[in-house]
T-cell receptor, first 114, second 113 residues
Framework: KAGVTQTPRYLIKTRGQQVTLSCSPI?????VSWYQQTPGQGLQFLFE???????NKGNFPGRFSGRQFSNSRSEMNVSTLELGDSALYLC?????????????FGPGTRLLVL | AQSVTQLGSHVSVSEGALVLLRCNYS??????LFWYVQYPNQGLQLLLK??????LVKGINGFEAEFKKSETSFHLTKPSAHMSDAAEYFC???????????FGKGTTLSVSS
């Protein structure tokens, strides 16, 4: 079974632009979560979607948004990019909801904001 | 609220030596705990998880972890390090709703020959 895929893998943007990242979960998985990884702040939770509904959101400004489609694919959008948004953005999928569920991670999208 | 503390941002061992990576957690509900590994320029790979079925959890690549409620710990061990174990390791706990992982700051493991 194919793993979690993320596109694009690398991205360079300038301040003020917006960006959209895509994530395709493992087939059959209905939950998709997004995380931001930076050297300073480590891994931080952005948001989680299940059956097209956002169930949880981390402590990030409203410039960060996401959505999930009926086929469970997910996108996240960052508007008005800032230098501090440079990070590795990781998508993870899990089969179902529940605290015992394992999240499987994709390879990430590395975003550089200049 | 849930939190995770990983003691030691960098651990160095010799090939063949014991690997011990420390993780302490705080949780207001019975925790579900995870260890992930990240190789350079890659995503996170699950090593093992604790879901209350057994306190000693065996994972992939010879790693195991023991859940100790009295010490609020979930340390990761491997009897004999291999060069290929060099990577960054993250301990994580599930939030109360089960919709987010809360990660520690990570421990970089170096293995020398």
């Amino acid at each position: 079974k194919a793993g979690v895929t993320q596109t694009p893998r690398y991205l360079i943007k300038t301040r003020g632009q917006q960006v959209t990242l895509s994530c395709s979960p493992i087939s059959g998985h209905r939950s998709v979560s997004w995380y931001q990884q930076t050297p300073g702040q480590g891994l931080q939770f952005l948001f989680e979607y299940f059956s097209e509904t956002q169930r949880n959101k981390g402590n990030f400004p409203g410039r960060f948004s996401g959505r999930q489609f009926s086929n469970s694919r997910s996108e996240m959008n960052v508007s008005t990019l800032e230098l501090g948004d440079s990070a590795l953005y990781l998508c993870a999928s899990s089969l179902d909801q529940g605290r015992q569920e394992t999240q499987y991670f994709g390879p990430g999208t590395r975003l550089l904001v200049l | 609220a849930q939190s995770v503390t990983q003691l030691g941002s960098h651990v160095s061992v010799s090939e063949g030596a014991l690997v011990l990576l420390r993780c302490n957690y705080s949780s207001s509900v019975p925790p579900y705990l995870f260890w992930y590994v990240q190789y350079p320029n890659q995503g996170l790979q699950l090593l093992l998880k604790y879901t209350s079925a057994a306190t000693l959890v065996k994972g992939i690549n010879g790693f195991e972890a023991e859940f100790k409620k009295s010490e609020t710990s979930f340390h990761l061990t491997k009897p004999s390090a291999h060069m290929s174990d060099a990577a960054e390791y993250f301990c994580a706990v599930n939030d109360q709703a089960g919709t987010a992982l809360i990660f520690g700051k990570g421990t970089t493991l170096s293995v020398s020959s």
